[in-house]
Structure formats: structure tokens, C-alpha cells
């Protein structure tokens, strides 16, 4: 059973930067692809970023430019940078690991509040 556990969200002042994480338990991290999704008061939840099991990546117009995505296998784990923010980052951070159609696994969330 694969659990995802997210961490280092916070307050932040417009502009700042914050760094989450998320470690996955479980075998086989390393072959699927992850994602970082998040959802603002009042909105749907929304795609931030991919990584492929290779490193290859992919995001959202919004954070182009400000958020990079990484992953280290060898630790079962996965980073969003987020440089620059702004106070429509504001939400719910989730981790997600992509096993197959169907067969999606969700993190419980850290709170980002970008807000001076």
C-alpha cells in the first residue's frame, strides 16, 4: 500500500520562496510518474507539475518559470521549489503518484498561504 506524506508548507510574504516534499512509501516509486496538484478556497483542485519516472517534466502556465519539480529515487521522495510567490499560490499542496488509469494515489495535503 503506497502513502504519500507532504511537508514544509507554510506562511510566506509575496515574492518568498518555500520548498515541499513528499515521501512515498512503498516499492516501485521510482517507475511512476508524480505530480504536484493544488487547490485554492473555492476552486477545483488543479495540476502544479509532472516528473516522468526519467526526469522529464511538465507544468502548469501559472508557475512556469517560479516552481521546479524534482525526485529522488534513491529516497522514495519528491520536491516542489517554489521561487517568487504570489498571493494566488495560496492553497492546498498534494502529492500524487500515477500508477495507472484509475489507479492514482493522493498525499493528505500542506497548506501554502502566500500573504504579507
Known amino acids: 500500500q503506497v502513502q504519500l506524506v507532504e511537508s514544509g508548507g507554510g506562511l510566506v510574504q509575496p515574492g518568498g520562496s518555500l520548498r515541499l516534499s513528499c515521501a512515498a512509501s512503498?516499492?516501485?516509486?521510482?517507475?511512476?510518474?508524480m505530480g504536484w496538484y493544488r487547490q485554492a478556497p473555492g476552486k477545483e483542485r488543479e495540476l502544479v507539475a509532472t516528473?516522468?519516472?526519467?526526469?522529464?517534466?511538465k507544468y502548469a502556465d501559472s508557475v512556469k518559470g517560479r516552481f521546479t519539480i524534482s525526485r529522488d529515487n534513491s529516497k522514495n521522495a519528491m520536491y516542489l521549489q517554489m521561487n517568487s510567490l504570489k498571493s494566488e499560490d495560496t492553497a492546498v499542496y498534494y502529492c500524487?503518484?500515477?500508477?495507472?488509469?484509475?489507479?492514482?494515489?493522493w498525499g493528505k495535503g500542506t497548506l501554502v498561504t502566500v500573504s504579507s
Open positions: 512503498g516499492s516501485s516509486f521510482s517507475i511512476y510518474v
Open positions: 500524487n503518484m500515477f500508477v495507472g488509469v484509475g489507479n492514482v494515489y
Open positions: 516528473i516522468t519516472s526519467g526526469g522529464s517534466t
